[in-house]
Each structure stands twice: as structure tokens, then as C-alpha cells.
């Protein structure tokens, strides 16, 4: 059973940038990073296969980034740009997410 342990979050201004990382106990074909903020459903907003290819959710195109670090069964959520409604905790998991492989997520919290 595969685990993920995701870390790089905190409390950033409107504009500013975080880079999050999620490290899995094995290596996966396809991941990807969720979010869930108060009050709402958890959505993906990335995911990467591990061939690279690369799909965003349109409230986040041109400001994050998704990658991987195959060797080191690693992914990364570069965000910039970041927005007050970007604040969530942030979830890997595989794409489609399994229930049993949520973790406890990463805060990142946007706000002057």
C-alpha cells in the first residue's frame, strides 16, 4: 500500500509563492495535488503522469506548476501568484484518489 507524506506549506501574502512536496513510499503512475478549503468539497488541482504529462485546474493555470522527481518517488506543487481563495490544505494522492491513501495534508494559508 502505498503512503504520501506531504510538507511545504504555511502562511504566504497575497502574491507570494510556496513549493510543496509530496513523497510516496513507492513510485505511481499517474498523481496528483487536491486541495479542500472550509466548507468545501475537495478538488484536484493538478495532476502528472510519469511520462510528464500535465493537466491544471483553470483557477490555477499559469500560477502553479506540477512535477516529479521519478528517482526519488517524489512530486512537487510549485505555486505562485498565490491567492486569498488558494487557501486549503492540500492533499497528494493518486489520480483517481483512493479513500484509504489520504493523508494529513499540508495548510497553506494566503492572507495579509
Known amino acids: 500500500q502505498v503512503q504520501f507524506v506531504e510538507s511545504g506549506g504555511g502562511l504566504v501574502q497575497p502574491g507570494g509563492s510556496l513549493k510543496l512536496s509530496c513523497a510516496a513510499s513507492?513510485?505511481?503512475?499517474?498523481v496528483g495535488w487536491y486541495r479542500q478549503a472550509p466548507g468545501k468539497q475537495r478538488e484536484l488541482v493538478a495532476r502528472?503522469?510519469?511520462?510528464?504529462?500535465?493537466d491544471y485546474a483553470d483557477s490555477v493555470k499559469g500560477r502553479f506548476t506540477i512535477s516529479r522527481d521519478i528517482n526519488k518517488n517524489t512530486m512537487y506543487l510549485q505555486m505562485s501568484s498565490l491567492k486569498p481563495e488558494d487557501t486549503a490544505v492540500y492533499y497528494c494522492?493518486?489520480?483517481?484518489?483512493?479513500?484509504?491513501?489520504w493523508g494529513q495534508g499540508t495548510q497553506v494559508t494566503v492572507s495579509s
Open positions: 494522492n493518486r489520480n483517481p484518489p483512493e479513500y484509504e491513501l
Open positions: 513507492r513510485s505511481i503512475f499517474t
Open positions: 502528472i503522469t510519469s511520462g510528464g504529462s500535465t
